[in-house]
């Protein structure tokens, strides 16, 4: 699997780590951390288009972040 960052700017309070949270685990992915704070998943997935799809679908579009940016 490999490693992403994504940009999550609509992530705005715990409520919104919550349901990412549970999003992130129905997709059956195990390895992954949420930062209210910087607005970013980490996350460790075979297919990044299922976990980006998976949070538009819930309401937070996320973007890819850059190494280095």
Do not use: W
């Amino acid at each position: 699997m490999a490693k992403f960052t994504l940009s999550v700017p609509d992530m705005s309070c715990q409520h919104c780590v919550n349901r990412i949270t549970k999003a992130l685990a129905g997709l059956g992915l195990s390895k992954y951390s949420v930062s209210l704070e910087g607005k970013v998943i980490e996350v460790e997935a075979p297919d990044i288009k299922i976990v980006m799809d998976a949070l538009e679908e819930i309401g937070y579009p996320a973007s890819m972040v850059q190494d280095g940016l």
